[in-house]
């Protein structure tokens, strides 16, 4: 396995380029000494030459020295709308391209090489190589290292409740105000820089943007990251209970119970489901609460009994009571964590959550207008 290593700088990037440290084989490349100047005055990084063969093709270079979508966009907008000097084509070198990148480098004929060994680079009449499939060897410089899981994937998750705010602190206080946790139990709010730093990292991929206001451009793709990196919540205890009673009488019980210990508690994303799709579940309600003890003090039911028709399970885990949803005094958990846990699921599972992100893009759509 190759060892990850630390996002380099745009300097030490161009200094390997001076010492020769970056390949794409067959080719081979020379550092030119000097800085393309392009006739909007603007500096690109530095000049290099390609050959092979005898055959040699100079570039005027954009380094980037993080891997994101959105320093990727920005080097290609840059390279596009240069006037470069003559016979020199554009080259974009980023410390990892993916092979989709790869691709939309190829279309606007541009040229691109990364620090793993991938790389697109073609000069008509000349010669025209492709690589692509090395894994990213570097480790992401971003300080929040996944904003899309735990605790600093609400910053995301609020976003789809709203799709604009117009202020970090306004994002903050709506992302606490819907934390049950904060609200009702011994949590700590969210700081405002956890609320920035992932704010910072929703833009480099393209996902949030600030133009008057903090906006989301893509909501389709925060929730393909959210469920590609969502992992169940932590627990602490897991109970099983028969209590005899019809699931109406169940969930008065266990609200007044909760209520008589200020204990907080949420259905399950699989329990929730019918809140937001059409699918049969079974007897079971599932709930979550961050402390059982109290709580089976207060109930009355059977451990042992072979078919159980209430779950209790022990956790701390915010996310999986934020934003949750009243039905009179009763909570379900929110679309986007019924979305979550769906998708976790099994094929039957994954087909309803399409449902459910009908309904949250349909809510997303009416809150916006």
Same mark, same amino acid.
């Given at each position: 396995?190759?060892?990850?290593?630390?996002? &380099?700088?745009?300097?030490?990037?161009?200094?390997?380029?001076?010492?020769?440290?970056?390949?794409?084989?067959?080719?081979?490349?020379?550092?030119?000494?000097?800085?393309?100047?392009? @006739?909007?005055?603007?500096?690109?990084?530095?000049?290099?030459?390609?050959?092979?063969?005898?055959?040699?093709?100079?570039?005027?270079?954009? /380094?980037?020295?993080?891997?994101?979508?959105?320093?990727?966009?920005?080097?290609?907008?840059?390279?596009?709308?240069?006037?470069?000097?003559?016979?020199?084509? &554009?080259?974009?070198?980023?410390?990892?391209?993916?092979?989709?990148?790869?691709?939309?480098?190829?279309? =606007?004929?541009?040229?691109?090489?990364?620090?793993?060994?991938?790389?697109?680079?073609?000069?008509?009449?000349?010669?025209?190589?492709?690589?692509?499939?090395?894994?990213?060897?570097?480790?992401?410089? +971003?300080?929040?290292?996944?904003?899309?899981?735990?605790?600093?994937?609400?910053?995301?998750?609020?976003?789809?409740?709203?799709?604009?705010?117009?202020?970090?602190?306004?994002? /903050?206080?709506?992302?606490?105000?819907?934390?049950?946790?904060?609200?009702?139990?011994?949590?700590?709010?969210?700081?405002?820089?956890?609320?920035?730093?992932?704010?910072?990292?929703?833009?480099?991929?393209?996902?949030? =943007? @600030?133009?008057?206001?903090?906006?989301?451009?893509?909501?389709?793709?925060?929730?393909?990251?959210?469920?590609?990196?969502?992992?169940?919540?932590?627990?602490?205890?897991?109970?099983?209970?028969?209590?005899?009673?019809?699931?109406?009488?169940?969930?008065?019980?266990?609200?007044?119970?909760?209520? +008589?210990?200020?204990?907080?508690?949420?259905?399950?994303?699989?329990?929730?489901?019918?809140?937001?799709?059409?699918?049969?579940?079974?007897?079971?309600?599932?709930?979550? /609460?961050?402390?059982?003890?109290?709580?089976?003090?207060?109930?009355?039911?059977?451990?042992?009994?072979?078919?159980?028709?209430?779950?209790?399970?022990?956790?701390?885990?915010?996310?999986?009571?934020?934003?949750?949803?009243?039905?009179?005094?009763?909570?379900?958990?929110?679309?986007?964590?019924?979305?979550?846990?769906?998708?976790?699921?099994?094929?039957?599972?994954?087909?309803?959550?399409?449902?459910?992100?009908?309904?949250?893009?349909?809510?997303?759509?009416?809150?916006?207008?």
């Amino acid at each position: 396995m190759k060892r990850i290593r630390k996002m &380099p700088t745009e300097r030490e990037m161009i200094e390997q380029l001076r010492r020769g440290k970056v390949s794409l084989p067959p080719l081979s490349f020379r550092f030119v000494e000097g800085q393309p100047e392009t @006739r909007e005055n603007r500096r690109l990084d530095a000049f290099v030459e390609a050959s092979w063969r005898g055959s040699t093709a100079r570039f005027a270079v954009e /380094c980037k020295s993080i891997s994101t979508p959105r320093a990727f966009q920005d080097g290609l907008n840059l390279l596009k709308s240069s006037s470069l000097p003559k016979g020199c084509g &554009p080259m974009l070198i980023m410390p990892f391209l993916s092979e989709m990148q790869l691709q939309e480098l190829e279309r =606007e004929g541009i040229s691109g090489i990364d620090l793993c060994g991938n790389g697109v680079v073609v000069v008509p009449g000349m010669f025209a190589v492709l690589r692509s499939g090395e894994k990213n060897r570097f480790s992401s410089s +971003a300080p929040i290292k996944n904003i899309y899981r735990k605790n600093s994937s609400m910053v995301g998750r609020i976003f789809l409740l709203r799709s604009g705010y117009d202020t970090v602190q306004e994002i /903050c206080s709506e992302i606490n105000r819907r934390n049950m946790l904060v609200n009702r139990w011994d949590k700590r709010p969210m700081s405002l820089s956890t609320v920035s730093k992932s704010l910072k990292a929703l833009e480099e991929d393209l996902i949030v =943007e @600030r133009k008057g206001i903090i906006h989301l451009l893509q909501p389709d793709k925060l929730l393909e990251k959210l469920s590609g990196n969502y992992v169940p919540p932590k627990i602490k205890e897991r109970v099983r209970l028969k209590v005899s009673e019809g699931s109406a009488t169940i969930r008065e019980s266990l609200l007044k119970q909760s209520q +008589a210990v200020s204990l907080p508690f949420v259905a399950a994303g699989t329990s929730s489901v019918g809140q937001y799709a059409v699918m049969q579940r079974g007897d079971l309600l599932s709930v979550y /609460c961050p402390r059982l003890d109290v709580l089976l003090e207060r109930l009355a039911g059977s451990q042992s009994d072979r078919f159980p028709n209430l779950e209790l399970v022990e956790t701390d885990d915010e996310t999986v009571y934020f934003d949750a949803r009243p039905e009179g005094n009763f909570w379900w958990a929110s679309p986007v964590q019924v979305y979550l846990e769906l998708m976790a699921g099994d094929k039957r599972d994954r087909d309803t959550a399409e449902q459910v992100k009908s309904f949250l893009l349909t809510d997303l759509l009416q809150v916006k207008q």
